[in-house]
C-alpha cells in the first residue's frame, strides 16, 4: 500500500516498524459542544483506513484522545454555571451518539488529557531539563528556535512562520515562536500541580505525551484534518523529538477541507452544520457516503444536492443486497464454474489496488457499482441463477462494502399484516388464473401505498414513493 505522506509530500510506501503491526494515532475532539461535519470527516476517512489496514492482514492499535481541558471547554462551564467536567463528559457522551451513528468504530483506546496528567507533566519536564523548555512565572514554553527542524511538515521556513507570530497579553516569551506546554492557573479554572506552580497543559503537548505514554516514543502513523498541519502537528513533532531524541511519526496522513454549498464552512456564514443536524434530516449513513465518494485529501462541497445523490447511491447498494438475498431463496443447486468467479474477482481486485493507492475510496466505491452492475445483470436473466454463484457474489459484495463501513443501516421496513395478507391472496388468485381478482388486489394493495412485484427471485414488496 502507498500513501501520501504529508511529511515528504509524496506517495510511499507504507512499512510498518513491526511487520504486521501499526501503531496509529488520530487527533480527537476538544468536547465542548456537538461535532460539526469537518469534524467527522476525518473521523470516518480514518476509520476506513484502520479498517482496510485491517481487512489486509494487520493488526492495528488506534489511539484517539479526547481533549477535555480546554478554554472553549471552560468558557461553556462558565456559560453553564457547571464545571468543565460536566461539559466534556457531557459531549463525550454526544460524540459518541453521532460516532455510533456514523458507524465509526471505537479507537483501541480513547485517552483523556485529565486522566494523563502524570505522562504530560514527565514529557514537560524532560524538555525543561534538556533545556529546550523554560519556566516564566508559572507557564512553561517550548523554545521552537532550539529544533532545528521545525517548519519540517508543514514545509514553512521559520523566518515565515515568525511573520505571524505575536506575544499575546500576560505571556512572557523569549521569543513570539514559542508555544505554551503548561499554563499556570487562573481563578475558578481546573488546575493540577506541578513542578511550576498550579496549572493545566497546552494544548498540543497532550497528544504528545498520550501518543508516547500508548504507542511508544515511534509510531508508523498520525493523522488528522488539513487543519492541523500547523501548529499543532508541527508542534507535536517538536517536542516529542526533541524529548525522546527519535522521530516522532514515520507517516502523517491529512484529509482535505469541507465547503459548503461551494463557500468555507464557518459560523459567521451561516453555513456551519453539525452532524446531528444533518444526520435528522438525512440519516447518519449518507453522511458517511459523500465523505468516501471522494478522495480523502480533496476538498469536499457538501450540499443538498450532494447528500440527495449520496441517499440514491446508497439505495443502489441496499437494492443490491437486497436482490441477493431474494436470489438465494429462489437460486438452483449449481456448481459455479471458474469464468464466473473471475469475473466477479476482478472487481476486489479494482477495489484492492484503489485501496492500495493512497486511500482511493472514490476509486473503491467506483468498483464496487460495476459489481452491482454485475450482478444486477447476471440475477435479471432469464437463466435460473445458481446457488453457489449467489452466495460468492453476496460474500464479495458484502466484503468491499463492509470494509468501507457501509450497508450497516437495515431500512427494510417491517410490511403490514393487512398488505401480507393481500399478497398472499393474489398469489393464489394468480396460481388460479384469476387475473381479474389478482388486478383487484394489487389495486388495493397499492391503495395502501405498496407495489408487489413478480421476479425470477419470487414475489417482491416494496413500499410506493411519494
Known amino acids: 500500500m502507498k500513501v501520501y505522506n504529508t511529511l515528504t509530500r509524496q506517495k510511499e510506501e507504507f512499512k510498518t516498524i513491526t511487520p504486521g503491526k501499526v501503531k496509529m494515532y488520530a487527533c480527537g475532539p476538544t468536547v465542548y459542544n456537538y461535532i460539526h461535519i469537518g469534524n467527522a470527516r476525518p473521523m470516518i476517512v480514518f476509520d476506513v483506513l484502520r479498517s482496510y489496514l485491517e481487512y489486509r492482514g494487520n493488526e492495528v492499535t488506534f489511539v484517539q484522545n479526547f481533549t477535555d481541558v480546554d478554554d472553549k471547554i471552560i468558557n461553556k462551564a462558565k456559560e453553564e454555571g457547571v464545571s468543565a467536567h460536566e461539559v466534556s463528559e457531557r459531549f463525550i457522551a454526544e460524540y459518541q451518539k453521532d460516532a455510533k451513528g456514523l458507524n465509526v468504530r471505537e479507537a483501541t483506546v480513547h485517552p483523556k488529557v485529565t486522566e494523563n496528567m502524570d505522562s504530560i507533566l514527565e514529557i514537560v519536564k524532560t524538555l525543561v531539563d534538556k533545556g529546550y523548555a523554560y519556566e516564566a512565572n508559572g507557564d512553561v514554553y517550548f523554545r521552537t528556535h532550539q529544533f532545528k527542524d521545525y517548519g519540517k511538515l508543514s514545509h514553512m521556513p521559520l523566518e515565515d512562520l515568525e511573520s505571524g507570530a505575536r506575544i499575546a497579553v500576560g505571556e512572557q516569551k523569549e521569543d513570539p515562536m514559542d508555544f505554551a506546554l503548561w499554563k499556570a492557573a487562573k481563578p475558578g479554572e481546573p488546575s493540577w500541580p506541578s513542578p511550576w506552580g498550579e496549572g ?116 443502489r447498494l441496499y437494492n443490491c443486497k437486497e436482490l441477493l438475498a431474494r436470489a438465494k431463496g429462489a437460486a438452483v443447486d449449481t456448481a459455479m464454474d471458474e469464468a464466473q468467479k473471475q469475473e466477479l474477482l476482478q472487481y476486489k481486485e479494482k477495489f484492492i489496488a484503489a485501496m492500495d493507492d493512497d486511500l482511493n475510496t472514490a476509486d473503491a466505491i467506483a468498483a464496487v457499482f460495476d459489481l452491482v452492475r454485475e450482478i444486477n445483470s447476471n440475477l435479471s436473466s432469464d437463466t435460473p441463477a445458481g446457488k453457489e454463484y449467489v452466495e460468492f457474489a453476496e460474500k464479495l459484495f458484502l466484503e468491499l462494502t463492509g470494509v468501507l463501513g457501509l450497508l450497516y443501516q437495515e431500512q427494510k421496513e417491517e410490511i403490514p399484516q393487512e398488505v401480507m395478507e393481500l399478497v398472499s391472496q393474489r398469489a393464489q388468485a394468480r396460481k388460479e388464473k384469476d387475473f381479474k381478482t389478482a388486478d383487484a388486489l394489487r389495486d388495493q394493495i397499492l391503495a395502501l401505498g405498496y407495489e408487489v412485484k413478480e421476479t425470477r427471485q419470487g414475489v417482491q414488496v416494496t413500499k410506493t414513493k411519494n
Not at 211 to 219: D, H, Q
Not at 294 to 309: C, F, G, T, V
Open 200 to 315: 493545566r497543559p497546552g494544548w498540543h503537548i497532550e497528544c504528545s505525551a498520550m501518543s508516547r505514554s500508548i504507542l511508544g516514543e515511534t509510531i508508523d502513523l498520525h493523522c488528522g484534518g488539513q487543519d492541523l498541519i500547523f501548529p499543532h502537528h508541527e508542534n507535536e513533532i517538536a517536542q516529542s523529538e526533541c524529548a525522546s531524541g527519535k522521530i516522532f511519526a514515520n507517516y502523517w496522513m491529512h484529509n482535505g477541507y469541507i465547503n459548503v454549498d461551494n463557500r468555507k464552512m464557518s459560523k459567521s456564514l451561516g453555513n456551519f452544520f453539525t452532524v446531528r443536524e444533518v444526520a435528522e434530516k438525512f440519516g447518519y449513513e449518507p453522511i458517511r457516503f459523500m465523505m468516501l465518494q471522494a478522495h480523502y485529501r480533496s476538498p469536499i462541497n457538501y450540499s443538498l444536492e450532494i447528500i440527495e445523490q449520496c441517499k440514491s447511491a446508497l439505495e
